[in-house]
T-cell receptor, first 113, second 113 residues
Framework: EAQVTQNPRYLITVTGKKLTVTCSQN?????MSWYRQDPGLGLRQIYY???????DKGDVPEGYKVSRKEKRNFPLILESPSPNQTSLYFC????????????FGEGSRLTVL | AQSVTQLDSHVSVSEGTPVLLRCNYS??????LFWYVQHPNKGLQLLLK??????LVKGINGFEAEFKKSETSFHLTKPSAHMSDAAEYFC???????????FGKGTHLIIQP
């Protein structure tokens, strides 16, 4: 089954404690992206990757890091989480950046105390 | 530059009545347009897409949307609402350039029994 898998689905952590949200896709997609969803603000792009070893900033990259060492994986790293990073995070993948046909994971709800 | 405006943050209809979710866009290029649906605690799923072929686009679950260039609109409709349609709906534009995808802020569809 074609899918995008995120882990963890739910996480409560404290300010400053590094964490990683993993994302894996099994569709051989070249394009992967991270979004955060906040009430009233819709989805905002954090980082994206056009292919292996190619990553770029989205609209709200501050406080986040990513890596793309393999085609299937695109982890999101919060080196020193802060309360304003409390949000619902989605990973998505696609054949290309502008195809619009994104496949989304089920989301990771992160709370930073 | 491109943008998308979903004209209603919440829409409430009775089961069995028509649904209309409104979306206006702006784009410097000939855009591709998409509607996504997000059910509670789930990721986003593509409902339908317009990519410069037929202006009336049919999607899954009985939804359709009409691209109207003169009005810069891409409204989503369904003749008869079902309880399972209760969800968040996102309109998305892709101008094909460096802007990538731009998401609207979402419309929450409520179905009254």
């Amino acid at each position: 089954e074609a899918q995008v898998t995120q882990n963890p689905r739910y996480l409560i952590t404290v300010t400053g404690k590094k964490l990683t949200v993993t994302c894996s896709q099994n569709m051989n997609h070249e394009y992967m992206s991270w979004y955060r969803q906040d009430p009233g603000l819709g989805l905002r792009q954090i980082y994206y990757s056009m292919n292996v070893e190619v990553t770029d900033k989205g609209d709200v990259p501050e406080g986040y890091k990513v890596s793309r060492k393999e085609k299937r994986n695109f982890p999101l790293i919060l080196e020193s989480p802060s309360p304003n990073q409390t949000s619902l995070y989605f990973c998505a993948s696609s054949w290309g950046a502008n195809t619009g046909e994104l496949f989304f994971g089920e989301g990771s709800r992160l709370t930073v105390l | 530059a491109q943008s998308v405006t979903q004209l209603d943050s919440h829409v409430s209809v009775s089961e069995g009545t028509p649904v209309l979710l409104r979306c206006n866009y702006s784009s410097s290029y000939s855009p591709s347009l998409f509607w996504y649906v997000q059910h509670p605690n789930k990721g986003l799923q593509l409902l339908l897409k317009y990519t410069s072929a037929a202006t009336l686009v049919k999607g899954i679950n009985g939804f359709e949307a009409e691209f109207k260039k003169s009005e810069t609109s891409f409204h989503l409709t369904k003749p008869s609402a079902h309880m399972s349609d209760a969800a968040e709906y996102f309109c998305v534009v892709s101008g094909g350039g460096a802007d990538g995808l731009t998401f609207g802020k979402g419309t929450h569809l409520i179905i009254q029994p």
